[in-house]
């Protein structure tokens, strides 16, 4: 593999981070770069910007509204777009059911939902993980009963990330308890808006109400909602959760992380000197940056492996262990470098609004949020120990 971008490539970069330059809103990049929330606004208009450029869904096939762009073309348009400040797309409809629906969808719901999921029209949410069904997925409760042209689902789902947004939710469901718990599983589209749907937000260490409790009950699904076959939404969970656990990597996200580490490494001083130059600091700031090199040579190879249509296996489980290590220790670099400044919270501190004077560096006022939020990291998408159970299993056949 030549690891020498060529000069179309070049180019490419520079017709990206053109674009950038003159339609990522500064504000915008502004807050993602200082490590504040963003508001439902932020992510619906980015969103918007890039749909309009016709950028919006990269990696699906030109037929269905993708650019065609070649597998490094993809790498570098996520790098740069994370090097700007763009805020990372709302995953569900874009990088997850959208791949689901142009693999096992009929006509009428690639025709019906895909166009929608550009537009900006439906809001997605995921409801896989449940009470005692995360890791092991395959234990969930949440049933769907046939009942004439619809089915009856009731059940709970947890970690239901921005499910305070969402309209629609693409669901796990059992459908049959008689066969191996893999085998009794379907794949639903759920509207939201409904009778019987109850959202409660899970409050997270840093205040935010970012995950959710969704609570069914006597729901009704059309029987046109259900994608591929009854009983075979295992294999279209597994094929759905490569492509997550592959986006978790965040390559892209990590090399701004590194960029931002070191800008505050060379202002801070510790001692007289500058962070950088602590030997166990730079030693730890060396090794991730390793790391982080070899993590996004593996991430090529991984694109371009699969360019011809194939889905990442364990590889997407090593992208996923490595991507979350990496991510978290850049954050607790960050966190060290701010010493006690890091310490107080302030809530409203998280805010673009936020007018008070910072406490210490200005880095600080997001630092230990940011740490503490992002061990979800090596949780979710399945656990780091569960993706190493992967890797033993396909890799080394124990």
Excluded at 108 to 129: E, F, M, T, V
Excluded at 238 to 248: H, P
Excluded at 373 to 380: A, C, E, M, V
């Amino acid at each position: 593999m030549d690891l020498q971008f060529s000069p179309e490539e070049e180019a490419f970069r520079a017709e990206v981070r053109a674009f950038l330059k003159d339609n990522l809103p500064p504000e915008l990049a502004a807050k993602v770069k200082a490590g504040q929330r963003l508001t439902r606004f932020d992510q619906e208009n980015w969103h918007a910007i890039l749909n309009k450029k016709g950028w919006l869904a990269y990696h699906w096939p030109q037929e269905f509204g993708g650019t065609g762009w070649s597998p490094v073309q993809k790498f570098i348009f996520d790098d740069e777009c994370a090097l700007a400040g763009g805020p990372r797309l709302v995953p569900f409809g874009l990088s997850m059911l959208g791949p689901v629906l142009i693999k096992y969808g009929n006509e009428a719901q690639k025709s019906h939902w895909l166009p929608r999921i550009l537009n900006g029209d439906d809001w997605w949410c995921q409801g896989y993980s449940e009470p005692g069904a995360g890791s092991d997925l395959a234990s969930l409760k949440t049933t769907a009963v046939r009942n004439g042209d619809h089915y009856i689902v009731n059940g709970q789902k947890t970690w239901t990330t921005q499910g305070q947004h969402a309209n629609m939710m693409f669901c796990l469901v059992r459908t049959n308890k008689e066969v191996k718990s893999q085998q009794g599983i379907s794949f639903v589209l759920i509207d939201m808006n409904q009778p019987g749907v109850e959202v409660r937000p899970i409050r997270t260490l840093d205040g935010d109400k970012e995950v959710n409790e969704v609570f069914l009950t006597d729901v009704k699904v059309p029987l046109e909602n259900l994608v591929g076959e009854e009983n075979k939404g295992w294999t279209y969970a597994k094929y759905l959760l490569t492509y997550e656990r592959t986006g978790i990597a965040g390559v892209g996200f990590s090399m701004a992380g590194l960029e931002k580490l070191k800008m505050i490494a060379q202002r801070v001083q510790r001692n007289g000197k500058p962070l950088i130059e602590d030997p166990q600091f730079a030693t730890r700031m060396a090794k991730v940056e390793i790391e982080l090199l070899n993590m996004a040579t593996t991430n090529l190879r991984v694109i371009a492996s699969v360019a011809g249509g194939g889905v990442p296996g364990a590889e997407s489980s090593m992208l996923k262990i490595k991507g979350t290590v990496v991510r978290q220790e850049l954050l607790s670099l960050i966190r060290r470098a701010m010493g006690p400044y890091a310490l107080p919270f302030i809530e409203e501190a998280q805010f673009a609004e936020y007018a008070d004077e910072p406490v210490g560096p200005k880095e600080a006022a997001t630092a230990a949020a940011a740490y503490f939020n992002y061990r979800k990291l090596s949780i979710f998408g399945g656990s780091n120990e569960i993706q190493r159970n992967i890797i033993s299993k396909m890799i080394l056949g124990l």
